[in-house]
Nanobody
Framework: VQLQASGGGLVQAGGSLRLSCAAS????????MGWFRRAPGKEREFVAA????????YYADSMKGRFTISRDNAKNMMYLQMTSLKPEDTAVYYCAASRPTAPIKAVIDNDLESWGQGTQVTVSS
């Protein structure tokens, strides 16, 4: 599956952004999906994951209560609604897909098949 992330930008601390990930090429609902990010000078880290149906979600501790992952299988889209943004959320955000039919745990464990190109999120203080 091919992925393309969008929606990044510059926002002030406390603000909100919604990232989108468009999928193409394969049956989107076969894939568990997730968001990851890489901050300057840091390793890539897990942000959130969602099961193929959207019925299960999982978040990194620092994102719980602030970020919401969702998907629309009819539109082949995944989203990340980010609120109460902090300067430390500044990073390039990537969407990713598991192998077909893999459970959400595969995303959490970084067992991924496809990556989008990333979208920059910058949060100013």
């Amino acid at each position: 599956v091919q992925l393309q992330a969008s929606g990044g930008g510059l926002v002030q601390a406390g603000g909100s952004l919604r990232l989108s990930c468009a999928a193409s090429g394969r049956t989107f609902e076969d894939y568990s999906m997730g968001w990851f990010r890489r901050a300057p000078g840091k390793e890539r880290e897990f942000v959130a994951a969602i099961s193929w149906s959207g019925g299960s979600t999982y978040y990194a501790d620092s994102m719980k209560g602030r970020f919401t992952i969702s998907r629309d299988n009819a539109k082949n889209m995944m989203y990340l609604q980010m609120t109460s943004l902090k300067p430390e959320d500044t990073a390039v955000y990537y969407c990713a897909a598991s192998r077909p039919t893999a459970p959400i745990k595969a995303v959490i464990d970084n067992d991924l098949e496809s990556w989008g190109q990333g979208t920059q999120v910058t949060v100013s203080s």
